[in-house]
C-alpha cells in the first residue's frame, strides 16, 4: 500500500492531499483557509473573516431543510463563490454581514439608520443586488460575476457605506 505524500503548511499541521468523507474535505479546507488567512494583512482580516463564517455556516447548514422548512443545503460552490465576492469588495466600504440564505447560497448585507439596507447576494455567475437608501433611491439588478467587482455595486457602496 502507497501512502500519499503529506503536503507541509508552515507553523500549521501536515495534512493529506487527499481526504476521505465529507467532514474531512471540510477539515482540509478549513486548514487551507487558516493558512492563507495567516498570510493576509491584518487590515484585510475582515476578508478571511468573512469567508470563514462562510465555510461555518455551510458545515452548520449542509442538510435539506437546515431552515426548519425546505432550505437547499449551502454547497462548496456557495462558499468559493462568496469568497470570491468577499475577496473582490472595495477596500474601502464598511465590512458587511454575510447572511445563508435558504436558496443555498449567501447574502452580503450593509444597514444603516435611517432605512439604508443593501444587499448583494452572490450566486454564481451572477451577483443580485437590492437597497433601499430612505427617500433617495432603490437600486436593483443582476450583473455577472467577472475578474472584477461591478462597478455599478461598487458606486453604491461607496456612495452609502464608505468607511470613514
Request: no cysteine; aromatic share 10%.
Amino acid at each position: 500500500m502507497t501512502v500519499p505524500a503529506q503536503r507541509e503548511i508552515p507553523g500549521i499541521v501536515s495534512i493529506m492531499p487527499r481526504a476521505v468523507g465529507r467532514e474531512a474535505g471540510w477539515s482540509m479546507a478549513a486548514v487551507e483557509m487558516a493558512h492563507q488567512h495567516s498570510r493576509d494583512s491584518v487590515l484585510q482580516a475582515w476578508r478571511g473573516t468573512l469567508s470563514s463564517q462562510a465555510r461555518g455556516y455551510a458545515i452548520d447548514r449542509s442538510a435539506p431543510g437546515w431552515d426548519g422548512y425546505d432550505a437547499v443545503p449551502i454547497s462548496r460552490t456557495a462558499v468559493a463563490t462568496a469568497a470570491r465576492v468577499i475577496d473582490m469588495l472595495p477596500d474601502n466600504v464598511e465590512v458587511p454581514e454575510i447572511v445563508p440564505e435558504s436558496s443555498g447560497g449567501f447574502s452580503l448585507d450593509w444597514s444603516k439608520g435611517d432605512g439604508m439596507i443593501f444587499s448583494v447576494t452572490a450566486s454564481f455567475p451572477y451577483m443580485v443586488y437590492a437597497g433601499v437608501f430612505g427617500n433617495e433611491e432603490s437600486p436593483h439588478g443582476k450583473v455577472r460575476v467577472a475578474d472584477e467587482f461591478p462597478s455599478t455595486i461598487s458606486s453604491i457602496l461607496t456612495k452609502y457605506f464608505k468607511k470613514v
